[in-house]
């Protein structure tokens, strides 16, 4: 069965610390793993990775994939208070739409 | 260009009754994914459809069905609700089927069964 584990469930840094969420997943015929962030409402998209070692980056935010150890991570670099939210992460199979999520990290930053 | 839209974006229902909520994806996208969103179970896939046909389904009880459109909107049906039912529905679209496709939620639709 497809399966999405992330770690740590909780975290909580004050604000300019940096963050490191991990993902691991073993998906059927993998070819995609996606990055969401929500907060009280529906996830927003970060991040889609499809190949190992290339390193995604946007603002303080940039995450990486390892196909052969089947994980993944974001970090995020002087978090802020706006950071905080759930982190999604989501691996996807081939020739499907269908997204198989974790439990989610919830981040928490302190000022 | 508009996000994804769902209606409505919140419906409290009784149990028994049915429900039928709608998506309409990003203007050309042609795929799209339901996903049940619970604090017990977290985000839970129930289907897909691209080109009006379901391409691949949840484990979920044949009370939840769904339907695609020639113009990509979507509806997905709950029958015989239970209390259990009560969740939020995210509605997702991507372009196609390709790798690169990303996909972008919908604000959801909060049902609750009382």
């Known amino acids: 069965e497809d399966k999405v584990v992330q770690s740590p469930l909780s975290l909580v840094v004050h604000e300019g610390d940096t963050v490191t969420l991990n993902c691991s997943y073993e998906v059927t015929n993998f070819r995609s793993l996606l990055w969401y962030k929500q907060e009280k409402k529906a996830p927003t998209f970060l991040f889609m990775l499809?190949?190992?070692?290339i390193e995604k980056k946007s603002g303080r935010l940039s995450s990486i994939l390892d196909k052969k150890e089947l994980f993944s991570i974001l970090n995020i670099t002087a978090t802020q208070t706006g950071d905080s939210a759930v982190y999604l992460c989501?691996?996807?199979?081939?020739?499907?739409?269908?997204?198989?999520f974790g439990q989610g990290t919830r981040l928490t930053i302190n000022p | 260009k508009a996000g994804v839209t769902q209606t409505p974006r919140y419906l409290i229902k009784t149990r028994g009754q049915q429900v039928t909520l709608s998506c309409s994806p990003i203007s050309g996208h042609r795929s799209v994914s339901w996903y049940q969103q619970t604090p017990g179970q977290g985000l839970q896939f129930l289907f897909e459809?691209?080109?009006?046909?379901?391409?691949n389904k949840g484990n979920f009880p044949g009370r939840f069905s769904g339907r695609q459109f020639s113009n990509s909107r979507s509806e997905m049906n709950v029958s015989t609700l239970e209390l259990g039912d009560s969740a939020l529905y995210l509605c997702?679209?991507?372009?196609?089927?390709?790798?690169?496709?990303?996909?972008?939620f919908g604000p959801g639709t909060r049902l609750t069964v009382l």
């Open positions: 989501a691996a996807q199979g081939e020739g499907a739409q269908k997204l198989v």
């Open positions: 499809t190949s190992s070692g």
């Open positions: 459809y691209f080109s009006e046909t379901q391409r």
């Open positions: 997702a679209s991507s372009l196609g089927l390709a790798a690169d496709n990303e996909q972008f």
